[in-house]
């Protein structure tokens, strides 16, 4: 009889302790860290799309041998995937990138209609006209940025292939003709693993 209880708590221990798992313990690793555990889209994807586009246009010679700094309004990036994707996060790691080079000065187009009312009230009598911010000083913006992402994804057999292309275009507001464009291309293999009985 005790080899029999000793035998049953040796078969059910492993699931008894599987059910009960927790992630007690945690630690910081660095922000670029490559970690591919699922075939869907992940930040190392995010960063690879957003440092090789961003060198990329500061690298065109519009950008490089400017001496003044262009006015550029970021539009959002389109997702053509079937997967979601934080595309803002995307658009503002690109737009970062880009102010920190100190070569590209931005509009911030998400708050203009809270920039419009600030400036509204400050030409009423509350402010002091003095330091009160006029209408018709704000920049208008030389270049818009847009983008879009679109991926394929060929599952054979036990493989899958998943390919993603990022493409990034900066049109010249005063003409509407696409004065920089590119992209980046990631491909990625996995192997699926069968679980369970």
């Known amino acids: ?26 630690a910081y690793i660095p922000a670029n860290t490559v970690i591919l555990r699922s075939d869907k889209f992940v930040e190392a994807d995010l960063q690879q799309i957003a440092e090789k586009l961003t060198e990329s246009l500061l690298a065109d010679e519009r950008i490089a041998a400017s001496a ?3 006015t550029v309004m970021m539009s959002l990036i389109t997702n053509s995937t079937d997967e979601h994707i934080d595309m803002k996060s995307l658009s503002d790691k690109i737009r970062t990138a880009l102010f920190k080079s100190k ?10 209609p809270a920039v419009k009312e600030e400036v509204e009230y400050q030409s009423g009598d ?7 911010k006029k209408r018709g000083r704000q920049v208008g913006a030389d270049y818009l940025i847009s983008g879009n992402i679109s991926a394929i994804k060929q599952p054979v057999g036990r493989q899958e292939i998943v390919y993603y292309k990022a493409t990034l ?11 920089w464009t590119d992209e980046v ?9 069968f679980t369970g009985f």
């Open 1 to 26: 009889m005790k080899r029999l209880i000793i035998g049953f708590c040796l078969v059910t221990f492993p699931f008894l302790t599987a059910c009960g798992r927790q992630y007690a313990k945690g």
């Open 68 to 70: 003044a700094s262009p």
């Open 103 to 112: 070569k590209i000065k931005f509009v911030n187009e998400s708050l203009r």
């Open 126 to 132: 509350f402010i002091d006209q003095k330091t009160a």
């Open 169 to 179: 275009e900066m049109t010249d507001l005063a003409t509407n003709i696409i004065a």
């Open 185 to 193: 291309e990631i491909k990625k293999k996995f192997r699926k693993k």
